[in-house]
């Protein structure tokens, strides 16, 4: 399998938080779900990949390319868009096109006129006047008018609401049609990557839980719902976490069908990306 | 770089203009009066300010996390900080020395104590270059507003010149003069290495 991208053993230490060997890599033709709480580590890795902070150790690739010994020509062919607009308030879309334009040399002024005619953003309108989710357009757009193979994306649908996101959302599988595209998306709206990603990697206190396949998770995992005292009966081995409630208990199964085929009384309901981060953040482990 | 440079350029056109007309009418209100002294001190502060404006617009849109995702290295970005900001100044620079060189072929002007527009132009241009030295390399070094930095010397600057007045004979003055401009460019020279330094070291909050 080609990668698009791929983080080896990174690390990162603060004086109150590590990452701490940071592993997954980025399928070409994929999206990659970036998932965890606030404060897990999502946005530190993205910073250590494309050296906005120093990194303690570890590698990143990016299209086959080291970014230590490549780092231009790798920032040359990927598309960055933040939690927030970086552009001043003062700048119009087609100040942002004169200044881009100096920077990337691949830079299509004609294709960032066809973005943000597609996203209705007036090109002489100030940024001040821009909504919120005007500003995450632009971005998107000048993430994508110099034609980059990989797209990183840093909470880029937070606080928008479910109509622009969902947008956003469809630029992006429009973007990945192209078997050579690939995007990372980090995000703790875990209902958007529910529709597009393909791959989850799961941070927690900076450490990675899983990077799989999204279709495999969801068709192997299970929450098995019972009571407190049937915990015993289930098989070690197949309990990621559990979680007491008031009505008994809940417990993230690894194989739901190995489960059912051992415990036809035990009431197993499908998982989603969002149970799958709430075991893992709030559940115990047995 | 050009893509940097364009970027503070369309930020600070409007004050740009604005200054520029605040400097050419100071230089047509004291230049002929012989007082070109005070019009060289007004320009220079001011143009002061556009580094310390670009550095506080992107600070506020967090324009540098941006920069950096783009492909350009570090020392280009701080380059283009270090151009733009002599630019701005050599510009300033260069409207005071033709009115100061003005001043002496046409007017036969002396300025304030006696001293020749000459000098105060030297003198000018070489605090204004040291002060920007200063505030770059702070900038980069402790990521803090140098509006502040600017404001406070700028106020300090009439006062240090009323307790030592002493020194601010015409024989003294160019020797002030040279002093900075000598500690202008070859702070520079320091600034830039301090700078980069702190900026390739410098984590993204």
Same mark, same amino acid.
């Given at each position: 399998?080609?990668?698009?991208?791929?983080?080896?053993?990174?690390?990162?230490?603060?004086?109150?938080?590590?990452?701490?060997?940071?592993?997954?890599?980025?399928?070409?033709?994929?999206?990659? #779900?970036?998932?965890?709480?606030?404060?897990?580590?999502?946005?530190?890795?993205? =910073?250590?990949?494309?050296?906005?902070?120093?990194?303690?150790?570890?590698?990143?690739? +990016?299209?086959?390319?080291?970014?230590?010994?490549?780092?231009?020509?790798?920032?040359?062919?990927?598309?960055?868009?933040?939690?927030?607009?970086?552009?001043? !308030?003062?700048?119009?879309?087609?100040? +942002?096109?004169?200044?881009? &334009?100096?920077?990337?040399?691949?830079?299509? &002024?004609?294709?960032?006129?066809?973005?943000?005619?597609?996203?209705?953003?007036?090109?002489?309108?100030?940024?001040?006047?821009?909504?919120?989710?005007? =500003?995450?357009?632009?971005?998107?757009?000048?993430?994508?008018?110099?034609?980059?193979?990989?797209?990183? $994306?840093?909470?880029?649908?937070?606080?928008?609401?479910?109509?622009?996101?969902?947008?956003?959302? !469809? +630029?992006?599988?429009?973007?990945?049609?192209?078997?050579?595209?690939?995007?990372?998306?980090?995000?703790?709206? @875990?209902?958007?990557?529910? =529709?597009?990603? !393909?791959?989850?990697?799961?941070?927690?206190?900076?450490?990675?839980?899983?990077?799989?396949?999204?279709?495999?998770?969801?068709?192997?995992?299970? %929450?098995?719902?019972?009571?407190?005292?049937?915990?015993? #009966?289930?098989?070690?081995?197949?309990?990621?976490?559990?979680?007491?409630?008031?009505?008994?208990?809940?417990?993230?199964?690894?194989?739901?069908?190995?489960?059912?085929?051992?415990?036809?009384?035990?009431?197993?309901?499908?998982?989603?990306?969002?149970?799958?981060?709430?075991?893992?953040?709030?559940?115990?482990?047995? | 770089?050009?893509?940097?440079?364009?970027?503070?350029?369309?930020?600070?056109?409007?004050?740009?203009?604005?200054?520029?007309? *605040?400097?050419? %009418?100071?230089?047509?209100?004291?230049?002929?009066?012989?007082?070109?002294?005070?019009?060289?001190?007004?320009? @220079?502060?001011?143009?002061?300010?556009?580094?310390?404006?670009?550095?506080?617009?992107?600070?506020?849109?967090?324009?540098?996390?941006?920069?950096?995702?783009?492909?350009?290295?570090?020392?280009? +970005?701080?380059?283009?900080?270090?151009?733009?900001?002599?630019?701005?100044?050599?510009?300033?620079?260069?409207?005071?020395?033709?009115?100061? %060189?003005?001043?002496?072929?046409?007017?036969?002007?002396?300025?304030?104590?006696? %001293?020749?527009?000459?000098?105060?132009?030297? #003198?000018?241009?070489?605090?204004? $270059?040291?002060?920007?030295? $200063?505030?770059?390399?702070?900038?980069?070094?402790?990521?803090?507003?140098?509006?502040?930095?600017?404001?406070?010397?700028?106020?300090?600057?009439?006062?240090?010149?009323?307790?030592?007045?002493?020194? $601010?004979?015409?024989?003294?003055? &160019?020797?002030?003069?040279?002093?900075?401009?000598?500690? #202008?460019?070859?702070?520079?020279? *320091?600034?830039?290495?301090?700078?980069?330094?702190?900026?390739?070291?410098?984590? *993204?909050?």
């Amino acid at each position: 399998m080609e990668y698009a991208i791929k983080v080896t053993d990174l690390c990162k230490v603060y004086p109150d938080f590590a990452l701490d060997n940071v592993s997954f890599a980025v399928p070409k033709g994929c999206i990659m #779900g970036f998932i965890g709480e606030n404060g897990a580590g999502k946005s530190t890795t993205i =910073k250590a990949m494309l050296n906005l902070i120093h990194r303690n150790s570890g590698t990143v690739e +990016i299209l086959g390319m080291d970014l230590d010994s490549h780092e231009k020509e790798i920032k040359e062919r990927i598309g960055v868009v933040f939690d927030e607009c970086c552009f001043h !308030d003062n700048l119009t879309p087609a100040d +942002i096109s004169k200044i881009l &334009g100096n920077i990337y040399q691949s830079w299509d &002024g004609k294709l960032y006129q066809t973005y943000l005619a597609r996203f209705g953003l007036g090109e002489k309108k100030k940024i001040k006047e821009f909504s919120r989710g005007m =500003k995450m357009k632009l971005g998107i757009a000048a993430a994508l008018a110099h034609k980059p193979d990989v797209l990183i $994306l840093d909470e880029a649908t937070s606080g928008l609401d479910p109509i622009v996101r969902e947008e956003i959302l !469809d +630029i992006f599988l429009d973007f990945i049609q192209d078997e050579k595209h690939a995007i990372l998306i980090s995000s703790h709206i @875990t209902s958007d990557l529910d =529709k597009i990603a !393909d791959y989850l990697t799961f941070i927690h206190h900076g450490k990675i839980v899983f990077s799989a396949g999204r279709d495999e998770l969801m068709d192997s995992m299970g %929450v098995v719902k019972c009571g407190a005292e049937d915990i015993a #009966g289930i098989e070690r081995d197949q309990i990621i976490r559990f979680r007491k409630n008031q009505f008994g208990c809940e417990v993230l199964v690894r194989d739901k069908r190995a489960v059912a085929a051992l415990h036809p009384e035990m009431v197993i309901d499908p998982v989603t990306t969002e149970s799958i981060m709430l075991f893992y953040s709030r559940g115990e482990e047995l | 770089m050009n893509g940097l440079l364009l970027k503070d350029w369309i930020y600070l056109r409007p004050a740009i203009g604005m200054m520029a007309v *605040v400097i050419v %009418v100071c230089m047509v209100l004291f230049v002929p009066w012989g007082v070109s002294s005070v019009a060289f001190l007004v320009a @220079t502060a001011m143009v002061l300010l556009l580094p310390v404006n670009a550095m506080a617009l992107d600070t506020s849109s967090r324009w540098e996390r941006y920069a950096l995702a783009l492909p350009l290295s570090r020392r280009e +970005i701080l380059a283009a900080r270090y151009v733009f900001s002599c630019l701005c100044l050599g510009a300033a620079a260069l409207v005071c020395g033709a009115a100061a %060189v003005g001043s002496v072929v046409f007017l036969n002007g002396y300025d304030l104590l006696g %001293v020749s527009p000459l000098v105060w132009w030297t #003198g000018c241009v070489g605090a204004a $270059l040291l002060m920007l030295d $200063l505030m770059l390399a702070v900038y980069f070094v402790y990521r803090m507003n140098v509006g502040i930095l600017l404001f406070l010397v700028l106020c300090f600057a009439p006062i240090a010149a009323v307790y030592w007045r002493h020194l $601010l004979i015409s024989e003294m003055l &160019g020797v002030w003069a040279g002093i900075f401009a000598v500690l #202008g460019l070859s702070g520079l020279w *320091v600034s830039w290495r301090v700078a980069l330094r702190a900026f390739e070291r410098w984590d *993204v909050s």
